[in-house]
């Protein structure tokens, strides 16, 4: 089964953190990485800049608007995300409960659904 | 560059579609999910299971704590996203306007953050 960790932090937690932490944080992130892609567990996964570089896009009666900033201005920031694989939630909580970053921020572990045509 | 689109919605609108309207709704995503790998642009899309099902993961002082359901309770839930490759943010914004979802939620549109490993780590 296909699973997603969406990461969320306060940014300004990890704002506050000085470099040689943030790299230390980076660093274990990466290796986590390697770490689960040897497991098999890997397919994909993304950081993401800061919620002030989004654009936000909504089509209405064929018009599209883009607005400044996040879907949401919330308290945490969803700050990048992981597709895995693993056996059930308990596996893949698990594997999200490794990441280093899990000890400043929280992790949703959602289960995918697959689209089917008709 | 790398662009996150996180396609947000109200479930419980889509949950009251008709079943006709719903097989529609999937089968437009999926011919969008096409165009896009037609046209070199698609990384990767996944739509997400209902909020319902998902499980929170936090660990402090070495301590793992699961709660059922998702991180945060709001009227619009994260429903799926889209990986994109584009020039820029505004060949993003098109390709997001495009995802059939946007008539229904809104797209949040990011760019991805590339990490670079310390020196350390290289060696």
Same mark, same amino acid.
């Given at each position: ?36 892609? !040897? ?10 800049? !800061?919620?002030?570089t ?31 694989e ?11 409960? !490794? ?20 | ?17 008709s ?50 359901g ?16 584009a ?26 953050k ?10």
């Open positions: 089964m296909k699973f997603v960790f969406l990461i969320y932090h306060e940014e300004k937690t990890l704002d506050a953190l000085p470099a040689k932490e943030m790299q230390t944080l980076v660093d274990g992130a990466l290796d986590y990485d390697e770490e689960i892609r !040897r497991s098999g567990h890997y397919i994909v996964s993304n950081a993401l800049q !800061r919620a002030r989004a654009r936000t896009v909504r089509v209405r009666s064929g018009k599209v608007s883009t607005t400044d900033g996040p879907f949401a201005e919330t308290k945490e920031q969803l700050g990048g995300f992981f597709l895995v693993a056996k059930d939630i308990d596996e893949a909580c698990a594997v999200a409960a !490794r990441f280093p970053p899990a000890r400043l921020g929280t992790i949703e572990v959602r289960p995918v659904q697959e689209l089917e045509h008709s | 560059m790398k662009y996150a689109c996180l396609v947000y919605l109200v479930e419980k609108e889509m949950e009251a579609m079943e006709i309207e719903a097989e529609a709704c999937t089968d437009e995503s999926l011919a969008y999910d096409e165009a896009l790998r037609r046209s070199g642009q698609l990384i990767v899309a996944q739509a997400l299971a209902p909020v319902e099902t998902a499980t929170t993961v936090r660990v402090r002082k070495g301590k793992l704590t699961a709660t059922d998702p991180f945060a309770e709001t009227k619009e839930q994260l429903g799926g996203f889209i990986l994109i490759e020039r820029d943010l505004n060949e993003a914004i098109q390709a997001a306007s495009r995802i059939p979802l946007a008539r229904r939620g809104s797209i949040e549109v990011r760019p991805i590339e990490l670079r490993p310390s020196v350390r780590r290289i060696r």
